[in-house]
């Protein structure tokens, strides 16, 4: 299946090259002259080789085709994190460092979607956004207006974000899981 540059997520399967990679991050560039562009960093699943490449928003991607089952998180067991699939129960155990920084937003029973090539977990696919609680911020002092636009929060799996400074300990707050920034309060 074909996606335009500018539709690719983190996480994302694409074939280029003759090969597999996993989208690690993106960044949209606008030049002053010029079309915009997708600047990519993608990361080859045979051999762990990186690669930066810069398409055209209109250029179009081979999406890997990916058997995706729905899954649930449970546990980190060691450097491994365990999920179950929702259908068979059956459990599996992926390396952390093959999600690449995603598992800074999985938390506990959430489920998500596990991508399988060639029936090999390869990659999770992550909501746009997740809700967690913050566990660790800075109390803002009245009348403070040096502190500019916002304080250092730590959340639920030890992820920092920049919360604005009327968030506090025990909120709910939303995170983009694309750039890992505050979005808002969540109920």
Known sequence: MKISA???????LVEHQGKLWRVLKKSHVKPGKGGAFAQLEMKAISDNTKLN??????????KAHVEPRQMQYLY???????FMD??????????????G????????????????????????EL?????MQVQDTE????????AGSGKPAIVDTGLRVIVPPFVNIGDKIRINTDTGE??????
């Open 6 to 12: 500018s539709d690719v997520r983190i996480g994302n």
């Open 53 to 62: 490449e810069r398409f055209r928003s209109e250029d179009k991607l081979e």
């Open 76 to 82: 980190p067991e060691g450097s491994e994190l365990v």
């Open 86 to 99: 929702l259908e068979s129960f059956e459990q599996i155990q992926i390396p952390a460092e093959d999600l």
């Open 101 to 124: 920084g995603q598992e800074q937003y999985l938390l506990p029973n959430e489920e998500i979607q596990i991508n399988f090539y060639n029936e090999q977990p390869i990659g999770v």
């Open 127 to 131: 909501p746009a956004s997740v809700v």
């Open 139 to 146: 109390t803002v002092v009245k009348g403070q207006t040096a």
């Open 182 to 187: 505050y979005m808002e309060r969540a109920d």
